[in-house]
């Protein structure tokens, strides 16, 4: 059974820096795309990053380039790491698998974790 489990949330001041963790059980990540998301209060959910299992290639948003960076750490840990916070990235995070080596559009999701950027 798939599952897949977010952790690292929380409150950090504006600059700030934090790393989420998504944890896979069930498969590993080798044949998956692995995407981290987020949903601010009254936005739609966005995609932020992903990372190709097979290639390693990585993609982010605009407006995460150069601040945010995604990694596999190993075969069922993949993890984002958040630098230089802005409280415009205050949302709830979400990983998402989609067995694939291209299609980003998660068929598994976390339950999120909250991240809260404020002084």
């Known amino acids: 059974q798939v599952q897949i489990v977010e952790s690292g949330g929380g409150l950090v001041q504006p600059g700030g820096s934090l790393r989420l963790s998504c944890a896979a059980s069930?498969?590993?990540?080798?044949?998956?795309?692995m995407s981290w998301h987020r949903q601010a209060p009254g936005k739609e959910r966005e995609l932020v990053a992903f990372i190709i299992g097979v290639s390693g290639k990585t993609q982010y948003a605009d407006s995460v380039k150069d601040r945010f960076y995604i990694s596999r750490d190993n075969d069922t840990i993949t993890s984002l790491q958040m630098n230089d916070l802005k409280p415009e990235d205050t949302a709830v995070y979400f990983c998402g698998a989609r067995h694939s080596s291209y299609n980003y559009v998660p068929a598994h999701w976390g339950q999120g974790t909250q991240v809260t950027v404020s002084s």
């Open positions: 069930g498969f590993t990540t080798g044949k998956y795309v």
